[in-house]
């Protein structure tokens, strides 16, 4: 969808990296990982960004990313905003209007909907990118 959208200035697409999807227990490289394989899983901010990094990079990711970090009050904890408001794990589709409303939400890996997804972009961009109120739903 990225790629289908990234030169049209009426859609943004962004990643938002929630956590490590498949962190390794050990991994020789885990202060400077070069690759997913030797992303573990996060236990600090700082981690989560170094772990991002390597991951856009390995996997040769080329859209925007956000990456999830918790909020103010929530330093014992590794869950972010984004997946606390979203849902967003394990992985999620989420898109908002621009109203701020949820416009359409699956929740993956196999819950992921592409089509449904484009539909519901489609759809938004003839509106003018405002859902109207019974087609907006809630996770």
């Known amino acids: 969808m990225y790629k289908a959208y990234k030169d049209d200035n009426r859609v943004e697409i962004i990643l938002v990296y929630i956590s ?28 989560r960004i170094i772990a991002a990094d390597a991951c856009m990079k390995g996997l040769k990711f080329t859209m925007p990313i956000l990456i999830d970090l918790p909020g103010e009050g929530k ?20 898109i908002v209007d621009l109203d701020g409303k949820i416009a ?28 109207k109120s019974a087609d907006t739903k809630t996770p």
Request: charged residues 30%; positive net charge.
């Open 20 to 47: 490590e999807a498949h962190p390794v227990r050990k991994s020789e490289n885990a202060a400077n990982p070069k690759s997913p394989k030797d992303i573990t899983q996060a236990k600090t901010a700082k981690e």
């Open 75 to 94: 330093s014992d904890s590794m869950v972010g905003v984004v997946e606390r408001a979203y849902r967003g794990r394990p992985a999620a589709t989420v």
């Open 104 to 131: 359409f939400y699956s929740r993956g890996p196999r819950g992921v909907q592409p089509k449904k997804a484009d539909e519901v972009i489609k759809s938004l961009i003839a509106k003018g990118g405002f859902a």
